[in-house]
């Protein structure tokens, strides 16, 4: 499939779990910082409030980044004279990749040279990628520039929250978590109709909007945030381990994108495979010997943490395929305009973020394994009406709406749900490990959700068959989120599990 318009990947309220008694030496475990590089602290209420305005715009202009860029891949390939589906999609997969890669290492070097300064370099980094990826005269370039991109925002996420509560008062700090996790749902909710605007004018547009938000962001924050370093060195973090990594889920994508120009059977995407599963073995071997690893195998071993975990995987892929799919559906099938794909699509994302503030009540009567299970059947009740009710013929009110509405109360309810529960099955010294593996899993679980529909999505013969292919990429990404029910009705009932 050419592609001339399209969406994908993103995380809507990207809920964190309830993060944070820190490690010890953390500061968020020794109290707000004393002062900064810069001069004596401000006092408690300044302080608290630069911080959380510096923290939130640049956690914002992250999580809108990914809306835009996915409602803007389309217009990509008008510019890029035509580029395929499976070129484009690397556009979207190599932020995927190395964001998930990098998001432990770039954690872990915070811990150990500072969150303050882990923070502005994440956001220098980000925005100076974004300036490069609105000049890309090619999608190399773009890839290239989306891949620096990941790797800015990989250090600023996770530093974020730690910014934020080192000037938070105890009391305050369960709010301040709940006001962090929301501005991922607004971004979500803002970022498709923001991103048509943008499209509209120039795709190159979704990339420069983030320019003054990062150079207001670091000077402000070279001036307000606190230097909040740890009174311990952080171990040093595995990096053999984050290529090895990086490379089995970067050769997986290549296998499953490329299948239908290599052919299932080719030796390429045998090899591929073959080279995927011999790395992620390398990478399991490195992270059992390592100190300071990727991904703490005990913590594998926490069957609460590792059902969650696995579940939030596998509703990753069949959310990613559901964005993707949704986009290239109006705008290739239906010829919607980018603004009017993002208003199209936006009512789906803007229930997210009311279900993960208000859902609490439900999780507690009914327990994170039941309700999770649910969102993800609501999800799969979504594609499912979609594959049912949609034809090549525009009938939003009565086809694609619905759809979208389901799914969005389905990822309400299922997604905050598992990265809670993630966090809850393990000691409060883990939290944010813990929280950046399930992270990890989530961004792996996108990157082959849109693999997975660049491969059934294929190049499609006329709308007929592009019905088929659409609808049997539905299909299999409802199954996906079966899958994921199950695994979350896995997780133990209240009471019924200890911590790890």
């Not at 318009?5 to 008694?21: C, G, I, Q, V, Y």
């Not at 006092?43 to 640049?58: F, K, L």
């Not at 799914?407 to 813990?434: K, M, Y």
Request: positive net charge; aromatic residues 8%; charged residues 10%.
């Amino acid at each position: 499939m050419t592609v001339g318009k399209s969406n994908s990947l993103a995380d809507p309220a990207d809920p964190r779990p309830p993060a944070p008694p820190a490690e010890p030496g953390s500061p968020t475990a020794n109290g707000p910082a004393k002062g900064s590089a810069n001069g004596p602290a401000k006092s408690p209420s300044t302080g608290s409030r630069a911080t959380a305005w510096i923290v939130s715009a640049g956690v914002f202009v992250v999580n809108l980044d990914l809306f835009i860029v996915n409602v803007a891949v389309p217009a990509l390939g008008d510019s890029f004279d035509g580029s395929s589906l499976a070129s484009l999609s690397w556009v979207l997969n190599a932020y995927a990749i190395v964001f998930a890669a990098l998001l432990v290492v770039a954690g872990r070097l915070a811990d150990r040279y500072g969150h303050r300064r882990g923070f502005l370099l994440g956001l220098a980094v980000f925005t100076v990628a974004s300036v490069l990826c609105a000049v890309a005269p090619g999608v190399g370039w773009l890839v290239a520039a989306r891949a620096l991109q990941a790797a800015g925002a990989a250090a600023l996420m996770p530093t974020s929250l730690a910014l934020l509560l080192v000037n938070t008062a105890p009391e305050r700090r369960p709010q301040a978590i709940r006001g962090w996790a929301a501005i991922g749902g607004i971004a979500a909710g803002l970022g498709p109709v923001i991103g048509g605007l943008l499209v509209e004018a120039d795709w190159r547009w979704v990339f420069l909007v983030n320019v003054p938000v990062g150079a207001v962001g670091l000077v402000a924050g070279a001036r307000l945030l606190p230097d909040a370093r740890p009174d311990r060195a952080g171990r040093l973090p595995d990096l053999v381990g984050a290529a090895l990594l990086t490379l089995a889920i970067g050769v997986l994508a290549l296998g499953l994108v490329k299948a239908d120009a290599w052919g299932w059977s080719s030796p390429e995407v045998i090899g591929s495979l073959v080279a995927a599963v011999v790395l992620a073995g390398a990478f399991w071997l490195r992270s059992a010997r390592h100190s300071a690893p990727i991904v703490e195998l005990p913590m594998l071993r926490t069957p609460a943490f590792a059902a969650a975990t696995l579940a939030a995987l596998l509703f990753s892929v069949a959310f990613a395929a559901m964005l993707l799919t949704s986009v290239l559906w109006c705008q290739q099938v239906w010829g919607y305009s980018a603004i009017r794909t993002g208003l199209a699509i936006a009512p789906g994302p803007l229930v997210v973020p009311v279900l993960a503030v208000t859902s609490g009540p439900v999780v507690r009567r009914f327990g994170a394994g039941r309700t999770a299970a649910f969102g993800c059947l609501l999800f799969a009740v979504g594609l499912g009406w979609w594959a049912v009710a949609l034809d090549t013929a525009p009938h939003y009110a009565a086809g694609l709406l619905p759809g979208m509405l389901i799914t969005g109360i389905g990822v309400g309810f299922a997604l905050p749900t598992l990265v809670g529960a993630a966090a809850a099955a393990l000691p409060p010294t883990r939290f944010a490990t813990g929280s950046a593996v399930t992270t990890m899993a989530r961004q792996t679980g996108s990157v082959l959700g849109v693999a997975l529909m660049v491969t059934l999505l294929a190049t499609p013969d006329g709308p007929a068959a592009a019905l088929d292919a659409f609808r049997h990429g539905w299909w299999a990404a409802a199954a996906t989120a079966v899958l994921a029910a199950a695994a979350a009705l896995a997780l133990p009932r209240p009471g019924a599990a200890g911590r790890a």
